[in-house]
């Protein structure tokens, strides 16, 4: 569900090449360095995971890089996934978890992307004519003590290729609309 609302963030971002930020039309700081690296660390968005030896399955539709540290800067990370589409890797989903990383992973976020747009409460999305951020931060009870029930933060950052997100989501899209003409088609007959 969470890599569906991405794809129709990344799909619904500005034509290819154009930057956005909060202010007007002026490239969002840092984002002209993350379109240029398409990718996350040496790992390209487009590039087909049969060439990636050091990505491993890790479910039906996600690998992990076990040799891949689990950090960002000073943000403790708990999960790194990678998430391809026809084969080719198309979005980078990290997790952390605790008030102080994920204040940290957004200053990060901000400090290299610029404020970013508002996408909804504790979610900030970067819009980049190549490469999309989406910031998410919830609260999830994770822990039982003494004194009760103890609700831990944790936040989520989908970074992903915009083209094909918008070309995933403009396929099940196409999808969708087959099955409902189909099923609209069955009921008349």
């Known amino acids: 569900m969470k890599i569906l609302l ?20 002026a490239p ?13 660390r040496t790992y390209k968005f487009g590039t087909p995971i049969s060439s990636m030896p050091a990505l491993k399955p890790d479910g039906e539709d996600r690998y992990i890089a076990p040799q891949e540290p689990l950090r960002i800067g000073n943000v ?9 589409y026809e084969g080719k890797l198309t979005t980078v989903v990290f997790t952390s978890v605790g008030e102080e990383n994920c204040t940290k992973l957004l200053a990060m976020l901000k400090a290299q992307y610029g404020p970013g747009l508002d996408a909804g409460p504790e979610k900030t999305v970067w819009l980049g004519g190549v490469v999309t951020v989406f910031y998410e931060k919830q609260t999830s009870i ?34 969708k609309a087959a099955k409902s003409t189909k099923k609209s088609t069955n009921r008349i007959r």
């Open 6 to 25: 991405l794809c129709s963030l990344l799909a619904s971002a500005p034509a290819f090449g154009q930057n956005t930020s909060a202010v007007g039309n």
């Open 28 to 40: 969002a700081v840092g984002m002209e360095d993350l379109n240029a690296t398409n990718g996350f």
């Open 76 to 84: 403790e990370l708990k999960s790194l996934y990678f998430v391809p």
């Open 142 to 175: 994770s822990d039982t003590v003494s004194s009760g029930i103890v609700n831990t933060p944790n936040c989520t950052v989908y970074l992903g290729s915009t083209a094909l997100a918008a070309e995933k989501a403009t396929k099940e899209g196409t999808k």
